[in-house]
């Protein structure tokens, strides 16, 4: 680890024959700032399940929101953090965390960017659109499916109405933070014949960007370049 390059976040302490604070929260976040002459960088790993307010197996990888909430707030903030490299390997998760997450990155006024590797699945397609910059790796893939529920539900009108709400509120930001059309995003999400055991949609790289749902194709050097462009021009509008 070079002294351009530490991991950040809320961690404990250091005490002797204890790993530094910062490795400690790299492994625990997954998260790390990158400094540089060209701009200060938090990279924030989204991965696994998204938990929500139900904790998952402990064999499950999962990215916490009651972490990673008031962790946004503060690099918003942070006079020290230039930009937010978002990465995202996600199968989805909780829903209204996701879009709680989302939320927060989408009202963010720092330059930010996201790369999906892997996967961004489910509620990941909210993640990945809610940076100014979203871009996919070629080979990485975005599921698109209607809202479901784990568990028992009541079969009464009042529960797919709630439903559909949830879901107006899924398509309607996506749509917001993308170059996707409503109906569009709709219509992959309740399409049939392409997913064996489940309706809806599954995209890849290039399939993503000439829909609209995903800004450019690339890889960790063009996020990068991306971001520092972000931040040049807004130092420069700052000295204007």
């Known amino acids: ?32 700032v ?16 998204v938990e929500g307010h139900q904790l998952a197996p402990d064999t499950a990888k999962t990215t916490k929101y009651e ?13 020290e953090i230039d ?3 978002l990465l995202l390997n996600t199968v989805g998760g909780d829903i209204e965390a996701g879009l709680g997450i989302a939320e927060l990155i989408a009202g963010m006024e720092k ?8 996967g961004g699945h489910s509620i990941g397609v909210p993640l990945a659109v809610a940076p100014k910059v ?5 080979s990485a893939s975005m599921t698109i499916h209607p809202v479901r529920m784990n568990g028992t539900v009541i079969a009464a009108p009042q529960t797919f109405n709630y439903f559909e709400r949830i879901q107006e509120r899924i398509v309607s930001f996506v749509a917001k933070n993308s170059r996707i059309g409503k109906e569009k995003f709709l219509s992959l999400m309740l399409k049939t014949g392409e997913m064996a055991a489940d309706v809806g949609s599954v995209i890849y790289g290039e399939e993503a960007v ?24 807004t130092r420069q509008a700052a000295r204007s």
């Open 1 to 32: 680890m070079t002294e351009e390059t530490k991991a950040t976040g809320s961690g404990g302490r250091e005490h002797e024959g204890e790993e530094p604070v910062d490795r400690q929260q790299l492994v625990d976040l997954g998260s790390a």
């Open 34 to 49: 990158s400094r540089s002459k060209r701009g200060n960088i938090y990279t924030l790993t989204i991965v696994g399940q």
């Open 67 to 79: 972490h990673v909430m008031p962790l946004l707030a503060g690099l918003e903030q942070d006079d």
């Open 83 to 85: 930009g937010l490299l």
């Open 111 to 118: 330059p930010s960017v996201s790369l999906v590797l892997g």
């Open 134 to 138: 979203s871009m996919i790796v070629p």
């Open 210 to 233: 000439a829909l609209g749902l995903i800004d450019q194709v690339g890889g960790l050097s063009d996020a990068l370049s991306c971001l520092y462009e972000q931040i040049a021009n």
